[in-house]
């Protein structure tokens, strides 16, 4: 393993309370969020959801192919300090954050706060792309995939969903029963 590459945080107990989180961007750079999904967990249970649109720094959206949100969708959307700050609550008592792909969205976090001169949150990311490969010995492990094989409903690339369908994978995977 290079350097470069980080070993992937394991999977801490279901008792602590952890958030999923799932970013869409807009073009190529990490500061262009133009949405954002949370899902809270607690005790191994959904109890909170947050799916918003963002107003990207930039107008032109390179991906609305993948992702469908287009500019007359989010030109009068908050741009992402407002809607950080509306949502940070959901991450109060929260021990790590749990993203598909998470090095993805760890970097579109880290550079939209850096972009709003906000703090970006110390919590560690769990990648359910490598707990899937490590669980269920999946290949591939995309999100599609991964929802299928644990019958998990997903509207993909979808944020609000794909960040419900991470935290039903990291529940998933600290069920004994569900590892087969």
């Not at 470069?4 to 807009?26: G, M, W, Y």
């Not at 959801?49 to 930039?58: A, H, N």
């Not at 949100?69 to 509306?86: E, G, H, Q």
């Not at 021990?95 to 969205?105: S, V, W």
């Amino acid at each position: 393993m290079s350097p470069s590459r980080k070993t992937p945080t394991p999977l801490p107990p279901l008792n602590e309370p952890f958030v999923a989180i799932d970013f869409e961007t807009a073009d190529n750079g990490p500061d262009s969020a133009c949405a954002v999904g949370l899902v809270r967990v607690e005790s191994g249970k959904i109890v909170h959801r947050e799916s918003v649109l963002i107003r990207p720094p930039r107008e032109r959206i390179l991906f609305t192919y993948v992702h469908g949100i287009t500019w007359p969708m989010v030109k009068n959307a908050p741009v992402f300090a407002d809607v950080w700050t509306k949502v940070v609550p959901v991450l109060e008592g929260a021990t790590f954050f749990a993203a598909h792909n998470a090095p993805f969205d760890r970097r579109v976090l880290q550079a939209c706060c850096a972009a709003a001169k906000l703090e970006s949150p110390a919590l560690p990311f769990v990648c359910t792309v490598q707990l899937a490969r490590k669980k269920w010995a999946m290949k591939p492990a995309n999100l599609p995939a991964v929802c299928r094989r644990l019958g998990i409903g997903l509207i993909h690339h979808n944020a609000g969903s794909d960040a419900e369908a991470c935290a039903r994978i990291v529940i998933a995977a600290a069920v004994p029963e569900a590892a087969g």
